[in-house]
């Protein structure tokens, strides 16, 4: 055996140079001290004329192994497939590079671990800060309606027990009481209101809109502050009065911009945004008041009518903004110069989505248009 005093590899003795350096080889001698090294230059060929040959190598590799390829091309994966499961085999064997790949595997999994734990702790620490306010704004914007329960009641009366109109009995179940309230409006016409139909009730008070009773609106119109279980869809082509007997196209004599002879958003002869004869929104007559039941006694100073029994409102809240991006301009406006503030009237629905627009004041050059989509993209509770 003879060994190369550059690199260090051992040949047969047929060898008299170093098939890798080129160097003259001699005996095999003694390994050197880890101090000694001797440098010697392999090639000084540049880079680019290097990178020359190595495609060229690539290349004559090729055109070698296209024929066999093209001829049996299974064959030929099958091949290539096992001489790379043997490299890394014999890669894979040295075990130094089996112990890095191996802590490599345990770091990064180490690392995934450690973040999706990490998330999911601070996720719970977030829900546990935040429950309090959120059980605080659900109570807020969403009530039950109370159920009546068995225990007896006190009546505010002089005599008598349930079911009278005056009494001071005791009871468990619960007094059917009617509905009050009403309103009206009008325009200071000189007619009186015109014959139609009622506008879609809205829980969130809301005027009508100041147009003629016969004129279709451009948008729906804004609902009245009436409880929904009373409103009913009359079979009329325009919004009026249901009890009027004209059929002039007039919004009435009365003040606020509603339909009728009083004061308010209403229609009838009440003041106030709801219908009839009574003040202050809904409908039935005299002050607002939205019925239903309640236990004990009779009210005291007032008949106990024998009237349908309805259910006040689950929602008592107002509707609260959540988000209000603001609102884009047009090409066309900025181009022109138009300038100005688009007016629209809403409403929003309990589920907090924005219902019945209608635009009171409105620019040209798409403005409008990006007003009411700017209005869509609000959110409420």
Not at 141 to 163: H, I, L, M, N
Not at 281 to 296: A, P, T, V
Request: with cysteine; proline share 7%; aromatic share 6%.
């Amino acid at each position: 055996m003879r060994r190369c005093r550059v690199c260090g590899e051992q040949f047969e003795a047929l060898f008299s140079f170093c098939p890798i350096d080129g160097t003259q080889v001699g005996a095999a001698f003694s390994e050197a001290p880890h101090s000694e090294f001797t440098l010697t230059i392999v090639s000084d060929v540049g880079l680019i004329q290097r990178l020359a040959v190595e495609l060229n190598f690539l290349i004559e590799q090729f055109k070698q192994a296209w024929p066999s390829f093209r001829d049996h091309p299974v064959a030929f994966a099958t091949n290539q497939l096992s001489q790379l499961w043997k490299w890394l085999a014999q890669i894979l064997g040295r075990q130094h590079v089996l112990s890095g790949l191996m802590t490599a595997i345990l770091l990064v999994s180490s690392i995934i671990l450690s973040v999706l734990l990490l998330e999911k702790h601070s996720a719970r620490t977030i829900n546990q800060a935040d429950t309090d306010d959120i059980a605080e704004t659900v109570r807020i914007d969403f009530q039950d309606a109370t159920t009546p329960s068995s225990d007896p009641g006190v009546g505010a009366g002089e005599r008598g027990r349930v079911g009278f109109e005056r009494g001071s009995g005791e009871g468990s179940r619960p007094v059917p009481a009617r509905a009050k309230g009403g309103g009206s409006g009008g325009l200071h016409n000189q007619s009186l209101a015109s014959q139609g139909r009622l506008p879609q009730p809205s829980v969130i008070p809301a005027p009508i809109p100041t147009v003629f009773a016969r004129m279709p609106p451009a948008l729906p119109a804004a609902g009245l502050d009436i409880d929904p279980a009373l409103w009913r869809n009359l079979n009329y082509a325009a919004y009026g009065d249901p009890r009027s007997k004209s059929t002039t196209a007039s919004n009435g004599p009365g003040d606020g911009g509603g339909i009728g002879n009083g004061n308010g958003t209403g229609i009838g002869e009440g003041d106030g945004p709801g219908f009839g004869r009574g003040k202050n929104g809904n409908m039935g007559g005299r002050d607002k008041s939205l019925g239903g039941g309640e236990k004990g006694g009779a009210a005291g100073d007032e008949p106990n009518e024998p009237d349908r029994v309805y259910s006040s409102p689950e929602v008592t809240t107002r509707a609260r903004v959540l988000s209000k991006p603001e609102p884009q301009y047009t090409e066309e406006a900025r181009r022109n110069q138009i300038t100005g503030t688009v007016i629209l009237r809403v409403v929003f629905s309990r589920s907090g989505e924005v219902t019945n627009i209608r635009a009171i004041q409105t620019l040209s050059d798409g403005l409008t248009e990006k007003a009411l989509q700017f209005v869509l993209t609000h959110q409420c509770n």
